[in-house]
């Protein structure tokens, strides 16, 4: 089994730690992973997006070939599309469609709905709501986890055991909040 | 041993600390910062008091860490690409004294400057330098190198440098460590006069390198982390991989066997004999570098008297520039690549800008309308956060060329009759090479305005202190500002009024003012909140 998935958002908006779940939850089974990152100068505001590849078996490349990605993992939407290139024509798109605006030529909402849509496989809904709704407004990036964990073939069981290790240190708080907004994804995806 | 999971730069440092390393020295930069950050964070560093504080720059940094070496203890120096140039006075100098205790340059390279202004290949020092260069494939030669990369320094008595690049540098994986090796202890060098390079001494010393060379190349030849596969079932063409290039070339046969010939090559200088053989077994070469094309120039360059076609970025066969991917090595190869659907034409970039309530902004704008009336042209700047203050809305600044350039750059287009002048450095950026171009300054008794923007960190990095921290109206006092003309004020939405008047009162100064906009970095700001909530 492999599983390569991109992971998109704005500089800021959490998608390392949804990595880090995922490769908690891939090592706990005994999966090898290859993460790689972005940092530097466009941490500050700009795109970023992480290479995350989990497998039960060797892993070369630290990059995904284009073609070849099972999910794009996006906490925004037009980020979502910034990668299609990468995605393989069975692959799915998981993403936020809340718009994360911090240009002035932000395009039309609408117009980058209907573009996601028009992939084959997506998942389209808006995760701050949902976040805001169970009152976990900074676990947006988990609420669109537990939206794609079915497609990974990852049980709930399983990232939930990721998400109180990883989150130990923060407080029974924030664990909580972290896994109703998990379970608030799955219901989604 | 447990394996853990940890960043190409991680890896090395984790490897460093229990090959026995006493001390690292280094100035943060991308994609290199990692290494010393994680030595900050380590428990085992703490407890074994090895150094790991930051150094004033890359020059610094490499002359301590030779001191270190000096007194006979395992030392590593870190630094991004472009931070070989400011150090590169003691890296080639370091090279003709040699080493004692373990001595390892860690140099990340940046091909395709996802955060840097050029993308020049370490190697290419490392071969100038003539001595041995070590470039990890993965994560977990990363960490072995560190132990090989020390033995060797101490087997041969010379600085080996471990370069690294950005993808391996800032990609995580599962890293098995080994046994902890103790400190070295301290041992001065057997031969106090190599550290004199005078002339007479120097020519000795430089001899003595030249004749080290066939013993580099040996150990490059016998290397652990080279190998060469000469059989196969096709010899139409024969595969040379340097470092990570050699994953693409697994994955792009989905780790299955590969028909052709391929040496993967981690151990510099160029083992020539396995090159020799590959040459004549094949009928042409095909060659996969990350970053310049150093490995083919070299082979290119007369290494050959035959005239087979070598193919690799000199021949358009792989792009010149920017770095590798999986595609780029399957399609050089002939093979089939299947991309996804294109990019839609609404999305469009989405550059970093300067975050939201950042000081910077507030010391641009105010700064805009300082220099409104003369037009634009006249304002240098520098490394850091606020080279963004060339994006809109600012469009502010004109200039971004090395640590350091802003102020010395704007000296000279003042002496040269620009009016106003004005650098725009940040703190960190200053500290690191600001000093010397203020100094220039003084002297000649410049017209210029110097700005320094105090956020109090090292921001674009990821917020590490710096060696100037707190002391920069004493610097520019002791180096002979006028005390009246040190300008310090809060950068807020609030002041600008201020902030513009205190500019233009500069502006019209004729000689050399200092103008301190301090407001605490947002992010640090944020994260100083979170701990302390925390406690």
């Known amino acids: 089994m492999k599983k390569d998935i991109i992971l998109a958002g704005v500089g800021g908006q959490g998608i390392l730690t949804i990595a880090t779940i995922l490769?908690?939850?891939?090592?706990?089974?005994?999966?090898?992973?290859?993460?790689?990152?972005?940092?530097?100068?466009?941490?500050?505001?700009?795109?970023?997006?992480?290479?995350?590849r989990l497998s039960d078996q060797k892993i070369y490349s630290d990059l995904i070939a284009l073609g070849q990605a099972d999910m794009i993992l996006s906490v925004e939407p037009m980020e979502a599309l910034?990668?299609?290139?990468?995605l393989h024509e069975d692959g799915w798109v998981i993403t936020n469609s809340?718009?994360?605006?911090?240009?002035?030529?932000?395009?039309?909402e609408q117009a980058l709905y209907k573009e996601i849509k028009a992939i084959k496989n997506h998942v389209l809904f808006d995760a701050d709501a949902i976040a805001k709704e169970i009152k976990a407004n900074r676990a947006m990036n988990i609420v669109v986890l537990g939206a794609a964990i079915k497609h990974l073939g990852f049980a709930e069981a399983e990232i939930a055991k990721s998400i109180k290790v990883i989150f130990a240190r923060k407080g029974e708080t924030i664990i909580e909040n972290n896994l109703r907004a998990l379970e608030a994804g799955l219901k989604i995806g | 041993m447990e394996k853990l999971m940890l960043l190409g730069d991680e890896a090395l440092a984790q490897g460093a600390l229990d090959a026995g390393i006493s001390g690292f020295y280094g100035y943060p930069g991308t994609p290199s910062t990692e290494i010393i950050e994680y030595v900050q964070g380590s428990k085992q560093a703490i407890e074994n008091k090895i150094h790991r504080t930051w150094s004033s720059?890359?020059?610094?940094?490499?002359?301590?860490?030779?001191?270190?070496?000096?007194?006979g203890l395992r030392t590593m120096v870190t630094m991004k690409h472009v931070g070989l140039n400011v150090a590169a006075d003691p890296f080639m100098n370091s090279a003709i004294t040699g080493s004692n205790g373990g001595m390892l340059v860690a140099v990340a390279d940046d091909p395709s400057m996802h955060s840097s202004q050029n993308e020049q290949d370490s190697r290419n020092y490392g071969n100038f330098a003539l001595i041995p260069v070590l470039e990890p494939s993965n994560q977990q030669e990363c960490y072995d190198m560190a132990f090989y990369g020390f033995e060797l320094s101490e087997k041969y008595h010379i600085p080996v440098m471990i370069r690294l690049t950005t993808r391996l540098s800032h990609s995580r994986s599962g890293v098995k460590r080994r046994a902890v090796l103790p400190q070295n202890k301290l041992k001065q060098p057997d031969d106090f006069l190599r550290f004199m390079l005078l002339p007479a001494i120097a020519r000795k010393r430089y001899k003595k390198l030249l004749e080290a060379q066939p013993d580099f190349l040996l150990e490059a030849v016998n290397s652990p982390f080279n190998s060469y596969t000469l059989e196969a079932e096709d010899y139409s063409r024969g595969i040379i991989t340097t470092g990570l290039a050699y994953n693409y070339l697994l994955e792009a046969f989905d780790g299955g066997p590969i028909p052709y010939p391929v040496l993967k090559l981690c151990q510099y200088p160029l083992p020539v004999d396995p090159i020799h053989e590959l040459y004549d077994k094949c009928e042409s070469l095909l060659i996969f570098e990350e970053g310049m094309p150093v490995v083919e120039g070299i082979i290119r360059g007369g290494y050959f008297k035959g005239s087979k076609p070598i193919h690799g970025r000199l021949d358009g066969t792989l792009d010149r520039d920017g770095e590798l991917n999986p595609n780029k090595v399957a399609v050089a190869l002939g093979l089939k690549v299947k991309p996804g659907k294109d990019v839609p034409e609404i999305v469009v970039a989405r550059p970093p800008a300067l975050c939201v309530g950042c000081p910077h902004a507030d010391s641009f704008i105010a700064l805009n309308k300082a220099v409104e009336e003369y037009g634009r042209g006249h304002v240098f700047s520098d490394i850091g956060c606020y080279t963004l203050g060339f994006m809109p809305p600012y469009n502010t600044i004109n200039s971004c060329v090395d640590m350091g350039a802003s102020i010395t750059m704007a000296k000279g287009a003042a002496?040269?009759?620009l009016f106003p002048a004005i650098a725009v450095i940040g703190d960190s950026t200053f500290s690191h090479s600001g000093m010397t171009g203020l100094l220039d300054c003084i002297y000649d008794k410049a017209n210029v305005v110097i700005v320094i923007l105090d956020n109090s960190t090292t921001g674009m990095t990821g917020g590490q202190d710096?060696?100037?921290?707190?002391?920069?109206?004493?610097?520019?006092l002791g180096l002979g500002v006028e005390k009246e003309h040190i300008r310090t004020f809060y950068p807020f939405v609030k002041n600008h009024e201020e902030m513009t008047r205190i500019y233009k009162e500069e502006i019209a100064?004729?000689?050399?003012?200092?103008?301190?906009p301090r407001r605490e970095c947002v992010q640090t700001m944020k994260r100083r909140n979170k701990k302390e909530a925390g406690k």
């Not at chain 2, 710096?466 to 520019?476: F, N, S, V």
Request: charged share 20%; proline share 5%.
């Open chain 1, 23 to 52: 490769a908690h939850a891939a090592l706990n089974r005994g999966w090898q992973l290859k993460q790689a990152e972005v940092h530097g100068m466009s941490q500050r505001g700009g795109d970023v997006q992480s290479h995350l």
């Open chain 1, 82 to 86: 910034r990668y299609l290139p990468y």
């Open chain 1, 98 to 108: 809340k718009p994360f605006k911090n240009i002035p030529n932000y395009p039309d």
């Open chain 2, 57 to 71: 720059n890359e020059k610094t940094a490499m002359e301590t860490a030779l001191g270190m070496s000096y007194n």
């Open chain 2, 415 to 417: 002496d040269s009759g």
């Open chain 2, 466 to 476: 710096y060696t100037a921290l707190g002391k920069l109206e004493e610097i520019c």
């Open chain 2, 509 to 516: 100064y004729e000689g050399v003012s200092v103008v301190i």
